[in-house]
T-cell receptor, first 111, second 116 residues
Framework: GQQLNQSPQSMFIQEGEDVSMNCTSS?????WLWYKQEPGEGPVLLIA?????ELTSNGRLTAQFGITRKDSFLNISASIPSDVGIYFC???????????FGTGTRLKVLA | GAVVSQHPSRVICKSGTSVKIECRSL??????MFWYRQFPKQSLMLMAT?????????EQGVEKDKFLINHASLTLSTLTVTSAHPEDSSFYIC????????????FGPGTRLTVT
């Protein structure tokens, strides 16, 4: 099936550092969603982006919907140990309610 | 708000048997529910879209006779894995979209299926 290119695949960072990850595609999307998944659990919605250029924050998280509608990024500022997990982007296919998921970014935070 | 539950959370079954997984939206009505499959350390792959009162729409490569989906009400969708084989072992996750034009999807906690 289709997938979005998400990078980096994994990150090991020190507590307190900022983190940036992004998703890119050759396709245009109407909506971008960012999720966090912890082992053995379902993804939890972090941020939703609805239009090109939109910049939205949720606490220490900030995400942007790319102007071209083909990409999005997520920043986490001042990381803490509980930020550990896998982060997925998801792009909504035009004309549907279906989402395609990115390949995921595995984040580990060293205290 | 927007809580989705799944049952069971884990199931082990023998080859050849069928397993039913339930997905419920607890505090909202979901016109559309989605079923995903996730292999270890991989992303979520959409299997099918389930619409209340109508037949599910399956993604390319997903056998509809093997993965039976029923969306009998606005709060319940079920996935039945028929004649399960070891290669069907996976993490199955459902998500639900609120009624109307809502675009967000809320996920259940997932069901770990192991076929022996």
């Amino acid at each position: 099936g289709q997938q979005l290119n998400q990078s980096p695949q994994s990150m090991f960072i020190q507590e307190g550092e900022d983190v940036s990850m992004n998703c890119t595609s050759s396709s245009i999307f109407n909506t971008w969603l960012w999720y966090k998944q912890e082992p053995g659990e379902g993804p939890v919605l972090l941020i939703a982006l609805y239009k090109a250029g939109e910049l939205t924050s949720n606490g220490r998280l900030t995400a942007q919907f790319g102007i071209t509608r083909k990409d999005s990024f997520l920043n986490i500022s001042a990381s803490i140990p509980s930020d550990v997990g896998i982060y997925f982007c998801a792009g909504q296919l035009v004309g549907t309610y279906k989402y395609i998921f990115g390949t995921g970014t595995r984040l580990k935070v060293l205290a | 708000g927007a809580v989705v539950s799944q049952h069971p959370s884990r199931v082990i079954c023998k080859s050849g048997t069928s397993v039913k997984i339930e997905c419920r939206s607890l505090d909202f009505q979901a016109t559309t529910m989605f079923w995903y499959r996730q292999f270890p350390k991989q992303s979520l792959m959409l299997m099918a879209t389930s619409n209340e009162g109508s037949k599910a729409t399956y993604e390319q490569g997903v056998e509809k006779d093997k993965f039976l989906i029923n969306h009998a009400s606005l709060t319940l969708s079920t996935l039945t894995v028929t004649s399960a084989h070891p290669e069907d072992s996976s993490f199955y996750i459902c998500s639900a979209r609120l009624q109307g034009t809502a675009l967000e999807q809320y996920f259940g906690p997932g069901t770990r299926l192991t076929v022996t």
